[in-house]
């Protein structure tokens, strides 16, 4: 509740100081608005720049499919199978 009253006043003095101040608040805005459109040009190049620099990245590394891909099955079966015949014992130790 003190929240709501606090925000609540501030929102009114604020309201009552723009229109008390609102020549300077003009000119403060007219010197802000064209240094946060530079700055926010400069960090959208940046950051286009940067995805661009991934997207090279991305063109020059191939991929190629592992030698062994058959072993590896085999051996995750076996894996898979190994495991299958622990639970059922670990079931049957149990009962």
Known sequence: MKTLIGGAVAAVLGLIGLSVWFKEFLLLL??????????????????????LKDTWKKEDTVVEPPMNAGDDVDKYKQEIEDLKQEIETLKSDKS
């Not at 802000?32 to 959208?44: K, R, W």
């Open 30 to 51: 007219a010197g802000a608005l064209p240094i946060m459109l530079l700055l926010g040009g400069c960090l959208a190049l940046y950051l286009g720049f940067d995805e």
